[in-house]
């Protein structure tokens, strides 16, 4: 089969398109002949060496197709099934894919839509899990805008929390648009913040790793109210958690966001779409840091 992967650590033109041997399910697992894969920031990590030191190295954890195997012991997919989900390998950017936690499409959505978002709806409801975001809780997320950002905003606006963005100004109809009072981030953020709730709030977010920290803690009355996704060393610093998945995973999101998404209270925006064979210009676009939404592999 055809799937991308690197052998030497380096910029987007060490990414190739080569033939592997086709994987097949294990206990609990289904194979998808794979139609999206999601591209994150992970990816470009990796085949920059920044995660994982071994060569050669396969790509992508996320991705919606169709089912052509199922291992033993499933009995919530059949073949034929349109499914999303992650793969553990880290192999989903590929003709076939290995998922080991999945669910079903959304009847609405496509395989591009589909395949951006468990991911983003995965990392958000992890950390609003940790933060403990309840009907009534006021939330600040700061770096609402982004694919995590905006499923954290809905998913908090969807347990009845009032939810407060930080984006430029170009974004603010967006957050809007997600059910999010908008503010500017930069300096003064404190400020507009407070120009909204003036006591400040219950819970902090920071998925965009600004060096905020030390606001957000002022604003949420202490380090136990907030959560970053994105400054590892500042969470060290100032005594906040540092939300990561090889902690545990809000696995559960995936078979929950399907309800949401078809009455109409979620959505993510595919920034982009590239054929698999492009997938260096995929990572060009992403490192970049302008895309609006998510960035998205087809295979055919």
């Known amino acids: 089969m055809k799937a991308a992967r690197f052998r030497r650590f380096g910029g987007p033109e060490v990414l190739e398109i080569a033939d592997l041997p086709e994987p097949h399910p294990g206990p609990g697992e289904v194979r998808i002949a794979v139609r999206a894969a999601g591209v994150n920031a992970s990816d470009w990590k990796k085949r920059q060496g920044l995660m994982d030191e071994e060569l ?28 999303f989900g992650f793969c553990a390998e880290g192999a989903a950017q590929a003709e076939y894919a290995v998922l080991s936690s999945y669910a079903p499409i959304p009847p609405s959505l496509g395989f591009p839509a589909a395949a951006a978002l468990p991911a983003a709806v995965e990392t958000a409801t992890r950390a609003l899990d940790q933060l403990g975001v309840r009907n009534g809780s006021t939330l600040l997320v700061n770096g609402a805008s982004g694919s995590v950002g905006s499923a954290a905003v809905q998913l908090a606006a969807a347990r009845g929390a009032r939810v407060i963005g930080t984006a430029s100004p170009a974004n603010h109809d967006h957050l809007r648009a997600l059910g999010a009072e908008p503010v500017a981030y930069g300096p003064g953020l404190a400020e507009r913040v407070r120009a909204l709730v003036p006591d400040g709030v219950d819970l902090a977010l920071d998925v965009a790793g600004s060096g905020v920290l030390p606001e957000l803690i002022g604003l949420a009355g202490g380090p136990g109210h907030v959560v970053t996704l994105a400054d590892f060393a500042g969470a060290r610093e100032h005594g906040v958690t540092f939300s990561r998945g090889d902690t545990g995973r809000a696995l559960h999101a995936l078979a929950s966001i399907g309800e949401l998404v078809e009455a109409g209270r979620f959505t993510l925006r595919v920034a982009g779409t590239f054929p698999l064979t492009e997938i260096a ?20």
């Open 56 to 83: 050669p190295q396969t790509l992508g954890y996320e991705a919606a197709g169709v089912v052509d195997e199922v291992g033993e012991g499933v009995t919530d997919a059949a073949v034929g099934d349109r499914v």
């Open 281 to 300: 210009e995929a990572h060009r676009a992403g490192e970049e840091g302008h895309v609006k939404g998510k960035l998205v592999l087809l295979i055919d």
